[in-house]
């Protein structure tokens, strides 16, 4: 018997003869007994082998990427306005938290179409400045936005972007208001590290739960955005129900009025003067609803009506290559503004007050932009023909 099958056998004999202390110390100790079994290689083994390496292929390497969530972006003025965001910076919906958002926003959805997220906070700080919410001369005035996100990247790069189109309007419009973007205190970045979620995130669950002192973290976490920013601004759809209500009845005979008037027009710049004159009357409105409420918590019928003088406009000298339009224009919009709250206060007795702060405010928003502007233009006749009509109604209130 050659070496190789005498230990062969000695092994076999070993294996049946001698007790497996393995096994007997597993029995002891009530554990289940597995014997390794040998592996023979097989072309059904073989072929499963090969489709799972297949289908590990495709799960890895071929399946399209997961959608990426959008971001939200939050901007509080008082008025306070909702954003939702794509993975491209472009604008998804618009919502207001408030009553206020609801009046800024009010007929204006359509300026928000095809926008990015740059260009639309472009658009609410300038419709906040038409209707007085931000006085862009108002050092002390702050405003609040948070961009928001599940990916702490993705938020920061967001808010770094919104942070630059901020930093360029200001400097644009000569604004002084104060901005906080992302300013998030040290404990909320601590507990947003604690949970693995993003700084915005938690911020926005704090800010619920201290409007919602029973809501729990566990519970905040299974809300949308939306309805975590809704809860923190205590937003009351019966107030905004109202308001529509209310407001689409004020606004049906500026509608008569205004078609009425573009009929009459004798070319395309009368039409483009007269939508001009249209929206600053609707501004107007939608201040004296936004001071009704301010002074008794509800709205009634606005006691509001519409300039006589609907389809007539004095032209601003303004050049279209002047550098200077931008400012100028603004300009207009807000003689319009005052001339339809001045026509107003006159009429106006419960409000007459609230309208009178309203006049104030926006007449130095408009000083300031006028004192940036070259001497020809202060000095021209328009210019002077509105300060005798403001200075007329000062000295007769």
């Known amino acids: 018997m050659s070496d190789r099958n005498w230990k062969k056998r000695f092994r076999e004999e070993y294996r049946i003869s001698a007790p497996n202390r393995k096994d007997q110390l597993k029995m002891q100790l009530g554990l289940s007994i597995n014997h390794p079994r040998k592996f023979a290689f097989s072309f059904r083994h073989a072929l499963s082998i090969a489709f799972l390496s297949v289908f590990l292929f495709i799960l890895i390497f071929v399946q399209p990427p997961a959608t990426v969530a959008n971001s939200m972006v939050t901007i509080d003025i008082n008025p306070s306005v909702e954003i939702e965001v794509d993975a491209s910076g472009n604008v998804i919906d618009v919502k207001p938290l408030n009553l206020d958002g609801e009046i800024l926003l009010q007929d204006n959805e359509i300026l928000f179409a095809q926008k990015t997220i740059e260009e639309a906070i472009a658009v609410i700080l300038d419709l906040a400045g038409e209707l007085g919410y931000l006085d862009m001369a108002d050092e002390e005035k702050i405003v609040r936005i948070s961009a928001i996100h599940q990916n ?27 901005t906080e973007i992302n300013d998030f205190k040290d404990d909320i970045k601590a507990l947003a590290k604690d949970l693995g979620i993003s ?97 008794s918590g509800r709205i009634d019928p606005i006691d509001y009506e519409l300039d006589d003088d609907f389809s007539q406009q004095s032209e601003l000298p303004v050049d279209p290559e002047d550098p200077q339009i931008e400012i100028k224009i603004n300009i207009q919009k807000k003689i319009l503004v005052l001339r339809s709250l001045i026509q107003n206060a006159k009429r106006s007795n419960g409000m007459r007050m609230r309208l009178l702060q309203t006049i104030i405010a926006n007449y130095n928003e408009y000083r300031h932009l006028l004192e940036q502007t070259d001497q020809s233009f202060q000095d021209s006749a328009e210019i002077n023909l509105f300060e005798v009509y403001y200075q007329n109604f000062v000295e007769n209130n």
């Open 199 to 295: 700084n915005g995130l938690m911020n926005s669950i704090q800010e619920a739960r201290q409007n919602n002192p029973d809501l729990s973290i566990k519970e905040a976490l299974k809300l949308s955005q939306g309805e975590l920013n809704r809860i923190a601004r205590q937003y009351n759809q019966q107030d905004v129900d109202d308001f529509k209500s209310v407001y689409q009845g004020a606004i049906a005979d500026f509608n008569i009025k205004k078609e009425e008037a573009i009929q009459q027009a004798q070319n395309e710049e009368q039409v483009e003067q007269i939508k001009q004159k249209y929206r600053s009357e609707i501004n107007a409105l939608k201040i004296a609803a936004r001071n009704q409420i301010r002074e």
């Open 152 to 178: 702490e990247e993705e938020e920061a790069r967001l808010a770094q972007l919104i942070e630059t189109r901020v930093m360029n309007y200001r400097t644009q419009k000569s604004a002084l208001f104060q």
